[in-house]
């Protein structure tokens, strides 16, 4: 013997399953993948000269949204020549040591990035040399950036040449944080510029 079956009318069929999909994507809006710690920017190896600078840069992503910590020697770093300068919500943070000192500034550095499923470790070493040390070829600042002033509808080009071999990389800071060129149709590091006949490699330009 068979049942009858029971059939909704169609105008209440139509409602009940908009009803259901909405309840099925407001569930899968609720839903958080949950992912490790991971570095998009990892700290390179550095060779600085005493009484000069160091900045090595650090940034993780992951979800929870991880946090991004400097240690030296296991242990958090501290003291007025050091600063952390964190961005991206703490995800990521350059260290900046000034003036350097040696030896007491060589170590190898650790950056760690921690959310609540896992931590990670990445390091990078600093060597300090006195200025009787440095080796033939080493890089060397010719000619630093100036304070300039611009009208506001006008375009700015802040040059810096360096020198050494092999051809050294320049990069931009701003505020102490690097200057992403590729993140703003505004901003371009222009690889070859000549100022009063001295070529400049590396010359940052900002249009209005």
Known sequence: MSL????????????AL????????????????????????????????SGGVASFICQA?????????WNKKGKRVSSQRFEVIEFDEGAGAVLRIQP??????EAVY???ATNALDDVT????????????????????????????????????????ASG????????????LPVDPSSSSRIKQLRSESFGGTPIRGALQIES
């Open 18 to 49: 908009v009803f259901f999909m909405a309840l099925l994507s407001s569930a899968l809006a609720d839903t958080v993948i949950e992912a490790p710690p991971r570095f998009m920017r990892v700290p390179s190896d550095q060779i600085g000269v």
């Open 122 to 161: 990445v390091t990078a070493k600093l060597t300090v040399l006195r200025e009787d040390q440095l080796p033939s070829g080493f890089p060397n600042i010719d000619m630093g950036p100036q304070l300039k002033v611009v009208e506001r509808t006008r375009t700015a080009t802040m040059l810096c040449a």
């Open 165 to 176: 071999n092999p051809d050294p990389e320049i990069t931009w800071f701003k505020d102490f």
């Open 4 to 15: 009858p079956r029971m059939l909704l009318p169609t105008h209440l069929m139509m409602p």
């Open 61 to 69: 992503t992951g979800s929870p949204k991880p946090r991004v910590t």
């Open 110 to 112: 650790e950056c760690q």
């Open 100 to 105: 350097l000192r040696t030896p007491r500034d």
